[in-house]
């Protein structure tokens, strides 16, 4: 039904022996350097092998669909690559150089920034020398609506001012984290959706404070989930995207392909769980046969298998929309895989845990990590009751044109 180039499938053969030869292997090596150092945001040396490995296999900024800056994928193209990071997704994306935020922020810098920018920040993260990350939610306000945001941003002379407070700043505790992309109101009073300007920021800027790491269900993320305080922050007006009014624009441009790598992502993560489950219940066994006889436990296997494969469609659905009529005109696929391709994984990966019995909650296993970084997932780029609000508003709409626009 979706027919993947010559070029594509040999991405993925490539991008699946990477995994196999490299990335699995290492990951019990990277467990144990990051205990050894006893700080929850060391930057494991392991990782900077895999990045070598990777760059010098032409696994590398897959993510980005322009020629000029990667291989020019298209999302239809790139969707099973993601899912193939998605089995080790604490190392494999950042291996290839296509973790969040860095792939989104990228894709800002080059569609937004000034040469200035694309030379400062975008080839450095291109070539993986340094991180950045992503300031937009704010604690004191529901940021699941964007129109919401406080931080400050005041011109003054040649230069803004920026005063405000960020948290869930992905990235900012990664230690090589040198730039954020803020986004903030330059005007308060004008139209509701150009308010908001977004620009850059560099971390160490004089009046940036990170306060703290917000952990995940206890785990703290090596790239670190920030709190960061902004106190008469001064950057030039050359910090500015694209212009004043168009932080909206941007976001929209930004969430897009973010979102369909989250979710193909997850989908690897729901993969990788069924394999888990499938092989402990072959070799355990209960009350004198293996757990894998169990009719319940086949049940969930065969769930699990249907349940993967729809949302797996649906994702290549959007792809598909996304390259051929634009992310505009594929809002309901986008919105509809936000929310089934966590809710799909979460589903697995709970019956994996089940399998597993106390080992399922353990760190023996990658199945409590992945259960808390897939139920997170249900609230980054945008909570669930905000994409079924979309979904709802063209369904509507497309019986009733008029719906919603009364006076």
């Not at 450095?124 to 964007?146: H, K, N, R």
């Not at 005063?163 to 005007?187: E, F, P, Q, Y």
């Not at 940036?208 to 920030?226: C, I, K, M, S, W």
């Not at 065969?302 to 505009?328: F, H, P, Q, W």
């Amino acid at each position: 039904m979706f027919e993947f180039s010559e070029r594509a499938r040999q991405y993925q053969e490539d991008l699946l022996a990477f995994m196999d030869e490299h990335v699995y292997p290492a990951e019990s090596i990277y467990h144990a350097q990051m205990t050894e150092s006893g700080d929850p945001h060391f930057h494991p040396p392991i990782l900077e092998e895999l990045k070598t490995e990777a760059r010098k296999r032409g696994l590398w900024n897959l993510f980005h669909p322009h020629p000029e800056w990667g291989p020019g994928l298209t999302n239809l193209e790139y969707a099973p690559l993601a899912e193939i990071m998605g089995r080790s997704a604490h190392l494999a994306p950042e291996a290839t150089n296509c973790n969040a935020p860095d792939t989104g922020n990228m894709e800002v810098l080059t569609l937004f920034g000034t040469p200035e920018h694309k030379e400062t920040w975008l080839r450095p993260l291109l070539d993986g020398e340094i991180a950045s990350a992503f300031a937009m939610t704010e604690p004191a306000v529901a940021s699941s609506d964007a129109t919401n945001i406080e931080l400050r941003m005041q011109p003054d002379g040649d230069e803004y001012v920026l005063n405000g407070r960020k948290w869930w700043t992905s990235n900012a505790l990664h230690k090589n984290c040198k730039v954020l992309i803020v986004m903030g109101k330059t005007d308060p009073d004008g139209p509701v959706h150009r308010q908001q300007s977004m620009m850059v920021v560099p971390i160490d800027t004089p009046g940036v404070t990170v306060l703290r790491n917000l952990p995940v269900f206890g785990y703290q993320d090596r790239e670190g989930h920030a709190e960061v305080v902004f106190e008469n922050v001064r950057v030039p007006r050359t910090a500015l995207l694209a212009g004043e009014g168009d932080g909206f624009m941007i976001s929209q441009a930004r969430l897009g392909p973010g979102r369909i790598h989250h979710c193909m992502r997850a989908i690897g993560m729901a993969e990788r769980a069924l394999d888990l489950m499938i092989d402990r219940a072959q070799s355990r066994t209960t009350f004198g046969a293996p757990v894998a006889d169990r009719a319940n436990i086949q049940d969930w296997i065969a769930e699990s298998r249907i349940e993967i494969e729809m949302a797996r469609l649906l994702t290549l659905k959007a792809a598909y929309l996304m390259d051929t009529v634009g992310n505009r005109n594929a809002r309901v696929e986008i919105a509809a895989i936000k929310v089934a391709a966590p809710e799909v994984a979460l589903k697995v990966v709970d019956r994996a845990i089940q399998v597993h019995g106390g080992g399922g909650v353990s760190e023996d296993f990658p199945l409590a990590s992945m259960y808390a970084h897939l139920r997170t997932l249900r609230l980054a780029d945008g909570p669930d009751e905000v994409h079924k609000r979309t979904i709802a508003q063209m369904e509507l709409r497309r019986r009733d044109p008029s719906w919603g626009k009364r006076k």
